[in-house]
C-alpha cells in the first residue's frame, strides 16, 4: 500500500493526469484497502495516535477526518479509517446519477501544492449509493469511525426546486450516515452558490429540518461555507445557521480566486474553471474559520478544512475554532503519511501548551 501510494507520488505519475491518478489510488484502496489484510497493513504503517474529542455527542480518536470529494462513491469507507482518518465524509451526492463536467476537469500545481477541479459531482445518485451502503452494512464493512454524507443540489433541478432535491437525497440517505453536510458552496454546478442567499438557504434548511422531525434519531445537519463570499455575507449565514437549527459549520469549501502562477504547469491549472484546494486556499479558510468562530461563540462545532497540511495549520485550525478538522490536497501531494503526522503533531502541542485535553485548545485564539 505504502509502495502504491509512493509511486503515485513519483515522477513517472506526475505525468498521468490527475484524475487518472486518483482513479488509481481508489482502485487500491477499494480493493485491498477493503480486505482485512490491507488494512491491517495500513493500520501498521500509519496508525496515528488518540487525541481523543467529544464533538456533536461522538467521540473521535482525533479531528483529522477525509474531507468531501476523494470518495464521491463510499468505495473504500474500511480503507480511510485503517489508514487513520477519525471520520470520513463520502460524496457529494446528488439526488440523480450524473456524469460531472467532462474530462479533464483536475489540475495539479505542484509548486503551489494545490490542485483545481471542476469535477461537477459526478456520482452514481443518493438511491444507487444507499444500495452500496446497504450491502456494505450487511457484509459488516461499516466503519467503527464516524462517517459523514455531503449533499450537493443536482444539477437537471434548478434552485428553486433545490430545497426538494436536498430534502430527497437526505431522506434516502438517513439512515447511512452519522452527519450530514449539506453543500450550496461548490463552484462547479451552475447556479449552486446562489443557493447561500437567505431565501434559498431557509427553505432548503427547513424542508431538510422537516426531514430529520420524521425520523426517530436526531442527527447533526452541517452547511458548507465558500470562500469567496464576502465577510458581511458570511456571518449573516452564519447567523441564519444559528436561528435555524444548523448543527455545525464547514469552512471551507474551494475556492475560484487563483493566487499567481509559479510554473508553467499552474499557468495551466490556474487557467481553468473550478475550484482552487491545497496550500494557497489555507489563509481565507483560516479568515472564514475564524470569523465564524467569532459569531459562534462556540454554540456549534466548526470543521475548519482547507490547506491543513502539517502539524502547524491544523493547529492554527484548532485555535482558531475548529473543533474537528479534514484535509483533501494534501493527501495527494503528501501521501498517508500525513495522516499521523499532522495527528502526532497536534498531540505534542496540546502537552506543550498545557491543556488537559484538546477541546481546551478549540478557539483559544479568541479567548
Ligand atoms: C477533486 C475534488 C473534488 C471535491 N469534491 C467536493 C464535493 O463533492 N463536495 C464538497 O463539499 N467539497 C468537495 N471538494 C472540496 C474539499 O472537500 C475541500 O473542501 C477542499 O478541497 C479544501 O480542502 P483541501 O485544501 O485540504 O483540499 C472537492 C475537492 C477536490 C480537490
Redesign the pocket.
Known sequence: MGIAWSVLGSPALRLIDSETA?SISMRVMRGFGETSAGQNMLNALYKPPEVPIEVFGKMFHHPLGL????D?GAEALMAWSAMGFSWT?Y??VTRYPQDGNPKPR?FRANRHRA?V?K?G?N?PGASEIRKRLISRKSEEKWPKTPVAA?I?RSKKVPNEHAADDYASTLDILWDHADMF?L?V??PNTPGLRDLQAQEHLSSILSSCNKVREMKADHKPILL?LSPDNGDEEILETVSLCLASGVDGI?A???TIKRPAPLSTQSRKAFSSEG?L???P??SR?LEVINMAYGETQGKIPIVG?????SKETAWEAIISGSSLI?????L?FNGPTVVSSIVRGIKSRVRESGFSSLSEAVGYKHI
Open positions: 486518483h474531507a468531501a470529494g476523494f464521491k465524509e460524496g457529494g483536475m490542485l477541479n469535477m459531482f456520482n455531503n450537493g453536510v453543500n458552496s461548490s458548507k464547514v471551507t469549501n474551494t475550484g484546494s491545497g496550500r486556499l489555507n479558510s478544512v482547507g490547506g491543513i497540511e479534514q484535509l483533501y490536497s494534501a495527494v
